[in-house]
């Protein structure tokens, strides 16, 4: 336990949960793995939380521990580690209608793929993308609804398309700043004009975010096998194609993920390697619908299966097969070098642990401060690891703003 219960703790946690979202106490306390009731205690000082809980509870509200524990309100981060407000009115409708001529489609497609792009490649993405997010979701959904009437067929199915574009990104960014009520209606927006636009590909897409917010919840992991075992029979009846065998790839991975989130490892890597592997031969190393589906991606599963399992050794084994260079995704090879370093956690070999980590800070230190396994690694090394590196530790937990 925290020594001192003088520790103006809880009223640090319930002002930060206002300011940084307004965000319930509920989501809070499921987030951070205890009871709204417990959560309720903490915040009117009649329960003083475990260390472990308070580095919970600063991950989840954005703010270093030591901010929970001072008297005064801690200064503002140069980095936001929640959904930017301006996202969350523009998605709600709040920032009112857009004034004058719809944006054109083609300059709608050009826009989104370019935050497609940033989103992939910078190592400064939520930054970058949280500056011209709102504004182009007011443009699309102005385009979506210039578009919805009239004889401009061809425009409105493009505009359409574009919309399911953005509200995947949206998907990605929403659960990445975890807000997962977003992200689902999100996935759902994009669901939403995929049908419209009849567009099997972006459909076959959607569901696939779907999956993956429901592969981020606590239980999540049958119902996103079901969504995409779903999603993989109704693209039976599109004709073949490089892009189906990508978006089938991609949906058969949900489901590989959702069998080593419940544990069931042999039918994981059965289905890896049976059902997701052939259709990542035939598609190559594609980016379709922005899955970044292909054989590498199929060697990262393999890797994050034996993380799940516990098989440091094997994960190991198999890292030594990936050539991550080749991926168009720095959140892939994030996620990549993140599951090289809980396998060498899970051997204990503090010094690998460190080098990935440091690793992970130069790759994509926005990814990094947002990322639970990494900061857990981060405060285990602290715990154990030996004089000699305990400096570099330390500044990195200082720099993620966990001590």
């Not at 359409?160 to 996935?187: E, I, K, P, W």
Request: glycine share 6%; charged share 30%.
């Amino acid at each position: 336990m925290v020594d001192s219960p003088k520790l103006p703790i809880g009223r640090q946690v319930r002002h930060y949960r206002r300011k940084n979202g307004n965000r319930s106490q509920a989501a809070i306390a499921g987030l951070c793995g205890i009871t709204e009731r417990y959560l309720s205690l903490i915040e009117t000082g009649k329960k003083t939380p475990s260390p472990d809980v308070l580095a919970r509870l600063a991950r989840e509200l954005g703010v270093p521990m030591s901010a929970l524990l001072s008297d005064e309100p801690h200064p503002e981060s140069g980095v936001s580690l929640s959904t930017v407000p301006d996202i969350a009115r523009a998605l709600m409708g709040y920032t009112g209608v857009r004034a004058g001529a719809a944006v054109t489609p083609a300059e709608l497609r050009d826009r989104v793929e370019e935050a497609w792009r940033t989103w992939q490649t910078s190592e400064e993405r939520f930054s970058e993308v949280e500056q011209v997010l709102p504004q182009l979701i007011a443009d699309v959904e102005c385009a979506v609804r210039a578009y919805r009437t009239g004889e401009e067929s061809r425009a409105r199915r493009e505009v359409l398309r574009t919309s399911a574009d953005l509200y995947g990104l949206l998907r990605s960014y929403c659960r990445r700043t975890g807000r997962l009520d977003l992200a689902l209606m999100v996935a759902d927006r994009a669901r939403r004009a995929a049908e419209d636009a009849d567009d099997p590909i972006r459909l076959a897409a959607a569901h696939w975010n779907f999956g993956h917010c429901l592969l981020s919840q606590e239980g999540g992991a049958d119902e996103a096998g079901e969504i995409a075992e779903a999603a993989v029979q109704q693209l039976q009846d599109v004709p073949d194609s490089d892009e189906k065998a990508a978006m089938q790839g991609a949906l058969e991975l949900v489901c590989v993920v959702a069998d080593a989130q419940s544990r069931r490892w042999w039918h994981a890597r059965q289905r890896l390697e049976e059902q997701a592997a052939p259709l990542a031969q035939r598609a190559g190393e594609a980016n379709i619908q922005w899955t970044v589906f292909g054989p590498t991606n199929i060697h990262l599963h393999a890797l994050s299966i034996e993380m799940l399992a516990g098989e440091g050794a094997e994960g190991l084994r198999l890292a030594d097969e990936v050539d991550i260079s080749r991926l168009p995704s720095r959140e892939r090879q994030f996620t990549f070098t993140l599951e090289v370093a809980r396998c060498y956690d899970l051997r204990r070999d503090d010094a690998a642990v460190l080098v990935h980590l440091l690793d992970l800070e130069k790759l994509s230190p926005q990814d990094m401060v947002r990322s639970k396994l990494a900061t857990d690694m981060v405060l285990g090394l602290l715990d154990r690891v030996r004089p000699t590196y305990r400096r570099q530790t330390l500044g990195l937990a200082e720099r993620l703003g966990v001590v």
